[in-house]
């Protein structure tokens, strides 16, 4: 008996599953599903984002809805026209094998009465956002009046947005008998209320602490000075060059803005803000799924309803004003079992913030300096190398190599590959060669930092970094590797920090006083016939900002063209001359 067989469910659902490729259920999943399947009851669920909260609430609906009849029996409420569609395409596969079973989508964006066309002809189950869910309800185009199941997915998020009149007004149309499921991230009063108000009696599930961030996310922040937010930005984003993340900016003025500003610079970034239309709200989201994109600058409301499993990075370019919001960003990342991170920049004054944050989600930050113009380097360096060395070589370049070795005659092996490399990366070390440190005073120099040119020694305050040459290509990530680290050395989990994993190397932190022990350790060292080599980083690469905090353990306005375009392809490859890779935009 396979553990989805263990919940109760049906083999049309259990055949859908074999073919999906699922093989063990999430914690909300087995918590949840027998549950719904054995009684008639209401359910709140409290839940992190992308932790399988569809397959939840969807497989239990299925099962017990009467295929037979075309009476609408299930309503489901998201808070956007992007989660509206997901939901949807998903019950859809969940329910292949159940003949005569029809989910159909209602949302904003397309014609009502084309949605209309698709109820009237049967819909068992109907996914809808709010506002056009009311819509159709006062144009009489629905009729949840018979419905027996109704569920309240991302629940705070659909309270956050404004929906709460709505979501009563749409409550009171349905019947008193029927069952209601809320899955939400978080419990605020609002969603408390409405539990209250809606529900009898509902069987309460927690996966995680009640309000607390994932466990795969790993919280990290860098204080700077408030004019140099911006640049603060582009540093992470050139120190993890495999970058795939969401930035997060209060407003749509300040996410439009930073949007063209990394364009300008060369990276791959979009824009998605309310101001856009639906067309180019599609555009930059079918981009940023397929990674064309991989820098989407967003407003909190705006990215509610993103959905993609792989991000490796959120960045707080400014933090939200509510704690809640903080918690939802954060779990964009770390999701279906992957590690995650989670950036905050933040200036000296918004350091209490990050206390209260903490309190909020039940875990600790680390403070963090910037990486150096140097570190930058080296880690570019490295990746350079890397990309060189995995290159599949184009065998249409036969026929000019000929004239090539004439034009490259004379020039040795090592003196080529100083050519090849620094072909790319003069440009880009001239530029961090010049710039300063970043760090605001109180994590920079005050606390044992780097000096004003962005250059030193090994940090001063005992810690060392270290270079490692494993890293995602090998399975690796900043959790596993830590616990590699830990286990290989035999030391405690707070003796290595500052684990940063790139494609195939990576870096992380030590006291100085072990540094002898690591180096020996690492020796003609093996994992699975492979050398694993360690050696002490030529930049200094995280001083006493690596570890924990001091005193605990351890889009500005429109484009001059008159637009709000939807997208624009920008050159590829190379440096450009502000230090950014050219990368394509869109926004």
């Known amino acids: 008996m396979t553990k989805f067989e263990a919940l109760g469910l049906a083999q049309p659902l259990l055949d859908a599953i074999s073919d999906l ?47 037979d009849s075309r009476t609408t029996q299930g309503l489901i409420l998201s808070p956007t026209r992007e989660l509206c569609l997901q939901i949807t395409n ?7 094998y159940v003949k005569g079973l029809n989910v159909v989508a209602i949302y904003g964006g397309a014609s009502i009465t084309e949605q209309a066309k698709q109820i009237k002809r049967g819909a068992q189950i109907v996914v809808a956002t709010p506002g056009r869910m009311k819509d159709m309800i006062g144009r009489n185009m629905v ?29 009171s149309n349905t019947p008193e008998e029927k069952l209601t499921w809320l899955f939400s991230a978080t419990m605020p009063k609002e969603v408390a209320s409405i539990a209250k108000k809606f529900m009898h009696q509902p069987v309460e599930i927690t996966v995680g602490t009640k309000n607390a961030g994932a466990a795969t996310v790993q919280h990290e922040f860098y204080m700077v000075g408030g004019r140099d937010r911006y640049a603060a930005l582009k540093r992470l984003a050139d120190a993890n060059p495999g970058i795939f993340s969401v930035v997060f900016c209060r407003t749509k003025r300040d996410t439009q803005r930073v949007a063209e500003k990394l364009i300008e610079d060369g990276y791959n970034a979009g824009a998605l803000h309310g101001d856009l239309s639906q067309n180019q709200r599609d555009l930059v989201m079918n981009a940023f799924r397929k990674k064309q994109v991989q820098m989407l600058v967003a407003t909190d409301v705006a990215a509610r309803g993103i959905d993609v499993d792989d991000i490796t990075h959120v960045i707080n370019y400014q933090l939200p004003d ?29 350091l209490r913030k990050i206390k209260s944050i903490e309190s909020k989600i039940k875990q600790e930050f680390i403070q963090k300096q910037l ?20 290159t599949k070589v184009n065998k249409d370049i036969d026929a000019y190599l000929p004239a090539i070795y004439d034009v490259l005659e004379g020039i040795d092996r090592e003196e080529l590959i100083k050519k090849m490399v620094s072909v790319e990366f003069s ?19 005050e606390r044992g930092g780097r000096d004003d040119a962005g250059y030193g020694d090994i940090p001063n305050e005992g810690s060392v970094r270290y270079f490692i040459n494993i890293g995602e290509r090998d399975g690796y990530d900043w959790m596993s590797l830590k616990d590699f ?37 690492f020796t003609d060292f093996k994992v699975d016939g492979r050398f694993v080599n360690v ?20 889009g500005g306005g429109r484009r001059k063209d008159g637009g709000n375009k939807s997208f624009k392809s920008g050159k590829k490859g190379g440096f450009n001359k502000k230090g950014g890779k050219k990368r394509s935009g869109f926004y």
């Open 21 to 67: 490729g699922f093989e063990t259920p999430s914690e909300v999943q087995e918590k949840s599903i027998p549950v719904l399947l054995e009684k008639d009851t209401d359910l709140v669920a409290l839940a992190q984002t992308g932790t399988g909260k569809t397959a939840a609430f969807g497989f239990p609906m299925i099962q017990k809805i009467n295929a």
């Open 90 to 96: 998903e019950l859809k596969l969940y329910s292949k």
């Open 143 to 171: 009729d949840i009046s018979k419905i027996d199941y109704c569920v309240l997915d991302e629940a705070d998020e659909m309270l956050n947005m404004g929906f709460y009149e709505d979501i009563k007004d749409i409550l």
């Open 322 to 350: 509510e704690i809640e919001t903080y918690t939802h960003r954060s779990g964009r990342t770390g999701r279906a079992g992957k590690s995650g991170i989670s950036m905050v920049i933040i200036t000296r004054s918004e």
């Open 371 to 390: 990486p150096s113009g140097i570190e930058i380097c080296e880690i570019q360096l490295y990746h350079l190398a890397n990309k060189i060395k995995e």
């Open 427 to 445: 440009q880009f070390f001239n530029y961090y060669s010049k710039t300063k440190d970043l760090n605001s005073s109180e994590s920079g120099k």
């Open 485 to 521: 680290l830990r286990d290989t050395l035999n030391l405690e989990k707070e003796d290595i920090f500052n684990v940063d994993t790139k494609d195939s190397f990576s870096f992380f932190n030590t006291e100085a006083n072990i540094t002898e022990f690591i180096l020996q350790t």
């Open 535 to 554: 050696e002490v980083s030529k930049s200094p690469g995280g001083s006493k900002g690596g570890k924990k905090r001091s005193g605990r353990k351890g």
